[in-house]
């Protein structure tokens, strides 16, 4: 029988760690803005150069280079954070220079990270193309004829909803429906990038071994998931100035539950044929 994850020890946690290593996380903070704050400026120069007609394919293929390269610093950045919210729960002292020098030294998980992100974003986007398709095979067909822009016949039906209780009812039903299995995909592989980076497995397999660790514990994680939206709402309202301590707490108890549950999965005993 699994042991039950504890949300309260969770944050528990999360809050402890925060007062131990509040320059760990300070410098890590200030390196997430200052990247965010460059790649961003960089995608805001492309913007204003295309304005020109005459620049406006070399301003697309530098916004695509600028966003490419965004992204592979993020992963990278990502998979030095986890290490260093791993190292932080799990009572490593850490200096300010190795926090630093931690988030641009993991290079060798980049490819699998990389990877697993594109396949959950492959997923998740199939997810979104099935129910536009049910939408529309359901509700949008009859707005959608070939006489009519589409533009106006999707207006024509959200415009229309409000005087039709049974589409509007079906709509919402549609809608639920998506919404619960998004949060479910969402939650059972909520942990793929922390098994990449902890446990080096590719991108299949993080994600499997994520379904697996949370089989046990899915209302709790989703009771998990709420906390830390509530969290980051409280900080958000402190004056904004409270989101810099709200989220190093949500990131380590968050790895105090993957640590609670990788344990369990490894500490379960395997069936042996007789």
């Known amino acids: 029988m699994p042991k ?18 509040i320059g760990v996380f300070a410098a890590v903070f200030g390196i997430l803005f200052a990247s965010q704050a460059f790649f961003g400026g960089l995608g805001g120069f492309a913007g204003v150069i295309s304005a020109a007609p005459a620049l406006a394919l070399p ?10 390269v965004s992204f592979i610093v993020s ?32 290079h060798k998980y980049l490819v699998n990270l990389v990877l697993a992100s594109m396949l959950t974003g492959l997923i998740f986007c199939g997810l979104v193309m099935v129910f536009l398709a049910v939408l529309i095979l359901t509700m949008l067909a009859p707005y959608l004829n070939l006489n009519v822009h ?13 005087h039709n209780p049974s589409a509007l009812a079906e709509f919402i039903g549609i809608s639920l429906v998506f919404a619960a299995v998004y949060i479910y995909l969402l939650t059972r592989i909520s942990f793929y990038m922390y098994l990449v980076v902890d446990k080096d497995l590719g991108p299949v397999e993080s994600i499997k071994k994520s379904f697996e660790m ?19 709402i409280l900080g958000l309202i402190c004056c904004c100035v409270g989101i810099f301590a709200a ?9 105090d539950i993957y640590r609670k549950l990788s344990i369990e999965e490894s500490a379960s005993p395997s069936v042996q044929a007789p």
């Open 247 to 255: 989220l190093p707490v949500c990131w380590v108890a968050r790895a």
């Open 4 to 21: 039950t994850i504890s949300i309260k020890e969770a944050f528990e946690s999360g809050f402890d760690h925060l007062g131990k290593n």
């Open 75 to 106: 992963m990278l950045i990502t998979a030095g954070l986890l290490k260093v919210i791993l190292q932080v729960h799990d009572g490593k002292k850490l200096e300010l220079q190795d926090a630093v020098r931690e988030l641009f030294v993991n």
């Open 150 to 162: 589409a533009a106006f016949g999707l207006k024509a039906f959200f415009l229309g909803l409000p």
């Open 214 to 232: 949370t089989s046990e514990n899915f209302w709790k994680l989703i009771g998990f998931q709420l906390a830390q939206l509530g969290v980051a």
């Open 59 to 68: 301003a697309l293929f530098l916004r695509f280079s600028i966003n490419a």
